[in-house]
C-alpha cells in the first residue's frame, strides 16, 4: 500500500459551551447580591439596559397533589424581534412567588411558632425571634471580640491567686493570632523575674481556657490539648500527634504501625485529627463580618401552605430601553454602528431571558426544599429529614450539578431564622427501629437537648448518650455520638463538668 496525502469525510458529534452558556451557568451560583452587582456592570457596559419600577410577579400554584398551575405567564416568554423594536415594549424580570399548600400529613402538635417582623417584601431589617435555632440576621453582622478581651474574662475564674493571675495575663497578651505563644518560657521568666516552675503553671493554667488549644507553643501541643479535653488522649492518638509531620510526608502506613490500630481505627483517628483547630485563636478578632442578606423568603399563608419568594429589596427589576434604541438607531449613519447596536440589544435580550430563567430555576428548587423539609419549617429541627441533591434534582427535573449552584451562596429567611439552603441538604442516620432514616442535624439537636437537660451532678458521659439515643430511635456508636457533639461546639462531660463547676464558684 503507498503512501500519500489524501482528504476524508468524518462526522462527530460534540458539546460546545457558548460564552452566553457559561455566562448562565455562573449566574445561577451568584446570590442575589452578587446579581446586584453584576447588573451593575451590564447596565454600564450596554446603554440599552435600564432599571424598572418593580411590577406584580408571576405566581405559581403548587396544590397538596404537587400539581402546578401556572396563573401568570412570564414577560420574558413574549421577547420582542428586532424588527418589532420601533413598539416601546419593555422586556422585563419580575420576582417571582410560588404558592405550596400544606402538606396533609400530621406529624403531632404544632409548637409555638417565631415571629418574624417584616409584611410583604423583605426591607433588610427583619428580626428573627422565637425558636433560637439560628442568629438574626443582625446578629450575623455584628463583630465578635478579640482573643485577648476573651481569655482575660476567663483568667479570674481559674485562679484566686493573684500572681499567677498577673503571669497568666501576661502570656496572654503575648499570644498571637493564632493563639500560639511565640517566645520561650524562659524569655517570659528573664522580663517578668520569675521562676520556671512558677511560669509553666501559669501556661498550663492559660491553656485550660476556651478556647481549647491557646497557649499551645507548637502544632502538636496545640492538637494534644484538644485531644485531652475531647478526653480521646489515648497512647494511640498520643503517638499519632507526636508524628504529624509523618502525616504530612503520607507516611501512613508506617504510622499505623507505630500507633498499633487497625485500618478502620486509624481512619477514624485521622479523622479526628482533621477535626481539631490548628488555629484556634482565628475564631476572635476584630474584624466585622458582612450580614447576611436572604435571597429567599419563606411565609406561612393562612390556609397552612407557603408562599416562597425571592427578595426584592435585592433584586432589581432588568428592561430593555426600546425607546433610547429606536432613537439610536435612527442616529446611526454606517453599518458598522448599526452592527454594534445591534449586539447590544441581543446582549440585553439574553440577558433579561438569563436572568428570569435564574429565578424560575431557584424559585422551583426552593419550593422543593420546602415541601421535602416541611416538618421543619412546622417543628422545627428534630424534624428535618435526610436529602441529598440528586432527590431534588430528580423531582424537579434537573441536573444535580444545577440543583448545586443554586443552592451556592443562597440563603433562606423563615420564621425559625436565616439558613443557608445547603442546610437543608444532611446525611441520614439509620433509627434503631429499622423504619427510614433521621437527619444528622435531627440527631445533633437531640445531643445538644439532653446535655442542655443534664444535672450538673450527673454529666452524661458520651456512652450515657448513645443509650439514651437509642431510647429515641437513633441508632448511633458511641465514636459517632462524640463526632456530633464535637461538631456542634459541645465539650466532653470532662470540659463540661469542669465548666459548671466553674459556674457554680461564680
Same mark, same amino acid.
Given at each position: 500500500?503507498?503512501?500519500?496525502?489524501?482528504?476524508?469525510?468524518?462526522?462527530?458529534?460534540?458539546?460546545?459551551?457558548?460564552?452566553?452558556?457559561?455566562?448562565?451557568?455562573?449566574?445561577?451560583?451568584?446570590?442575589?447580591?452578587?446579581?446586584?452587582?453584576?447588573?451593575?456592570?451590564?447596565?454600564?457596559?450596554? $446603554?440599552?439596559?435600564?432599571?424598572?419600577?418593580?411590577?406584580?410577579?408571576?405566581?405559581?400554584?403548587? #396544590?397538596?397533589?404537587?400539581?402546578?398551575?401556572?396563573?401568570? /405567564?412570564?414577560?420574558?416568554?413574549?421577547?420582542?424581534?428586532?424588527?418589532?423594536?420601533?413598539?416601546?415594549?419593555?422586556? #422585563?424580570?419580575?420576582?417571582?412567588?410560588?404558592?405550596?399548600?400544606?402538606?396533609?400529613?400530621?406529624?403531632?402538635? =404544632?409548637?409555638?411558632?417565631?415571629?418574624?417582623?417584616?409584611?410583604? $417584601?423583605?426591607?433588610?431589617?427583619?428580626?428573627?425571634?422565637?425558636?433560637?435555632?439560628?442568629?438574626?440576621?443582625?446578629?450575623?453582622?455584628?463583630?465578635?471580640?478579640?482573643?485577648?478581651?476573651?481569655?482575660?474574662?476567663?483568667?479570674?475564674?481559674?485562679?484566686?491567686? $493573684?500572681?499567677?493571675?498577673?503571669?497568666?495575663?501576661?502570656?496572654?497578651?503575648?499570644?498571637?493570632?493564632?493563639?500560639?505563644? $511565640?517566645?520561650?518560657?524562659?524569655?517570659?521568666?528573664?522580663?517578668?523575674?520569675?521562676?520556671?516552675?512558677?511560669?509553666?503553671?501559669?501556661?498550663?493554667?492559660?491553656?485550660?481556657?476556651?478556647? =481549647?488549644?491557646?497557649?499551645?507553643?507548637?502544632?502538636?501541643?496545640?492538637?494534644?490539648?484538644?485531644?485531652?479535653?475531647?478526653?480521646?488522649?489515648?497512647?494511640?492518638?498520643?503517638?499519632?500527634?507526636?508524628?504529624?509531620?509523618?502525616?504530612? @510526608?503520607?507516611?501512613?502506613?508506617?504510622?499505623?504501625?507505630?500507633?498499633?490500630?487497625?485500618?478502620?481505627?486509624?481512619?477514624?483517628?485521622?479523622?479526628?485529627? @482533621?477535626?481539631?483547630?490548628?488555629?484556634?485563636?482565628?475564631?476572635?478578632?476584630?474584624?466585622?463580618?458582612?450580614?447576611?442578606?436572604?435571597?429567599?423568603?419563606?411565609?406561612?399563608?393562612?390556609?397552612?401552605?407557603?408562599?416562597?419568594?425571592?427578595?426584592?429589596?435585592?433584586?432589581?427589576?432588568?428592561?430593555?430601553?426600546?425607546?433610547?434604541?429606536?432613537?439610536?438607531?435612527?442616529?446611526?449613519? #454606517?453599518?458598522? #454602528?448599526?452592527?454594534?447596536?445591534?449586539?447590544?440589544?441581543?446582549?440585553?435580550?439574553?440577558?433579561?431571558?438569563?436572568?428570569?430563567?435564574?429565578?424560575?430555576?431557584?424559585?422551583?428548587?426552593?419550593?422543593?426544599?420546602?415541601?421535602?423539609?416541611?416538618?421543619?419549617?412546622?417543628?422545627?429541627?428534630?424534624?428535618?429529614?435526610?436529602?441529598?441533591?440528586? =432527590?431534588?434534582?430528580?423531582?424537579?427535573?434537573?441536573?444535580?450539578?444545577?440543583?448545586?449552584?443554586?443552592? /451556592?451562596?443562597?440563603?433562606?429567611?423563615?420564621?425559625?431564622? =436565616?439558613?443557608?439552603?445547603?442546610?437543608?441538604?444532611?446525611?441520614?442516620?439509620?433509627?434503631?427501629?429499622?423504619?427510614?432514616?433521621? /437527619?444528622?442535624?435531627?440527631?445533633?439537636?437531640?445531643?445538644?437537648?439532653?446535655?442542655?437537660?443534664?444535672?450538673?451532678?450527673?454529666?452524661?458521659?458520651?456512652?450515657?448518650?448513645?443509650?439514651?439515643?437509642?431510647?429515641?430511635?437513633?441508632?448511633?456508636?458511641?465514636?459517632?455520638?462524640?463526632?456530633?457533639?464535637?461538631?456542634?461546639?459541645?465539650?466532653?462531660?470532662?470540659?463540661?463538668?469542669?465548666?459548671?463547676?466553674?459556674?457554680?464558684?461564680?
Amino acid at each position: 500500500m503507498g503512501l500519500g496525502p489524501r482528504l476524508d469525510l468524518r462526522q462527530s458529534q460534540s458539546l460546545v459551551m457558548t460564552p452566553q452558556l457559561q455566562q448562565a451557568i455562573k449566574l445561577l451560583a451568584l446570590s442575589n447580591l452578587e446579581i446586584e452587582t453584576f447588573i451593575g456592570d451590564a447596565l454600564e457596559a450596554n $446603554p440599552l439596559l435600564d432599571i424598572g419600577e418593580l411590577a406584580p410577579a408571576p405566581v405559581e400554584t403548587i #396544590d397538596a397533589d404537587h400539581r402546578r398551575t401556572t396563573l401568570e /405567564s412570564s414577560p420574558v416568554d413574549q421577547l420582542i424581534g428586532e424588527g418589532r423594536a420601533a413598539e416601546d415594549r419593555p422586556l #422585563d424580570i419580575d420576582t417571582g412567588t410560588l404558592d405550596m399548600d400544606r402538606d396533609t400529613g400530621d406529624s403531632g402538635d =404544632t409548637p409555638a411558632m417565631a415571629e418574624v417582623a417584616f409584611e410583604g $417584601p423583605y426591607d433588610g431589617e427583619a428580626r428573627v425571634s422565637g425558636s433560637g435555632e439560628a442568629p438574626g440576621i443582625d446578629e450575623q453582622g455584628s463583630g465578635g471580640e478579640t482573643l485577648a478581651a476573651h481569655l482575660h474574662a476567663q483568667i479570674g475564674a481559674v485562679t484566686r491567686d $493573684p500572681r499567677q493571675a498577673f503571669i497568666g495575663r501576661f502570656l496572654i497578651d503575648q499570644l498571637d493570632e493564632a493563639g500560639y505563644l $511565640p517566645i520561650p518560657l524562659r524569655e517570659v521568666c528573664n522580663d517578668l523575674q520569675v521562676p520556671l516552675v512558677e511560669a509553666e503553671a501559669a501556661l498550663a493554667l492559660v491553656q485550660t481556657l476556651d478556647p =481549647t488549644g491557646v497557649g499551645a507553643r507548637t502544632l502538636s501541643e496545640c492538637i494534644a490539648l484538644q485531644a485531652k479535653e475531647a478526653d480521646r488522649h489515648d497512647p494511640a492518638m498520643a503517638r499519632l500527634i507526636e508524628n504529624l509531620d509523618m502525616v504530612a @510526608r503520607g507516611e501512613l502506613a508506617r504510622l499505623k504501625r507505630m500507633c498499633g490500630v487497625d485500618d478502620e481505627d486509624f481512619a477514624d483517628m485521622l479523622a479526628e485529627l @482533621r477535626g481539631y483547630d490548628p488555629k484556634p485563636g482565628l475564631q476572635f478578632g476584630t474584624s466585622v463580618t458582612e450580614p447576611v442578606v436572604p435571597d429567599i423568603l419563606i411565609t406561612s399563608r393562612a390556609d397552612g401552605g407557603w408562599n416562597v419568594a425571592l427578595n426584592q429589596a435585592t433584586l432589581p427589576r432588568l428592561i430593555v430601553n426600546r425607546s433610547y434604541y429606536v432613537e439610536m438607531r435612527g442616529a446611526c449613519g #454606517d453599518r458598522g #454602528d448599526k452592527g454594534w447596536l445591534s449586539e447590544r440589544l441581543a446582549d440585553a435580550n439574553w440577558l433579561v431571558k438569563a436572568l428570569d430563567q435564574r429565578q424560575k430555576t431557584i424559585l422551583k428548587v426552593a419550593s422543593e426544599i420546602v415541601r421535602q423539609q416541611d416538618g421543619f419549617f412546622r417543628h422545627g429541627v428534630s424534624q428535618l429529614k435526610p436529602l441529598t441533591l440528586r =432527590t431534588v434534582a430528580e423531582t424537579v427535573s434537573l441536573h444535580e450539578s444545577t440543583v448545586s449552584r443554586v443552592t /451556592s451562596n443562597k440563603y433562606l429567611l423563615c420564621e425559625r431564622g =436565616t439558613f443557608e439552603l445547603k442546610y437543608f441538604f444532611t446525611s441520614g442516620v439509620a433509627s434503631s427501629d429499622g423504619e427510614g432514616a433521621v /437527619s444528622a442535624e435531627a440527631v445533633k439537636a437531640a445531643i445538644r437537648q439532653l446535655i442542655e437537660a443534664e444535672d450538673s451532678k450527673a454529666i452524661l458521659s458520651d456512652d450515657a448518650l448513645v443509650d439514651l439515643l437509642n431510647t429515641r430511635g437513633f441508632d448511633l456508636a458511641r465514636r459517632t455520638v462524640a463526632k456530633y457533639r464535637e461538631a456542634i461546639g459541645l465539650g466532653s462531660s470532662v470540659q463540661r463538668r469542669r465548666q459548671k463547676a466553674l459556674s457554680g464558684k461564680r
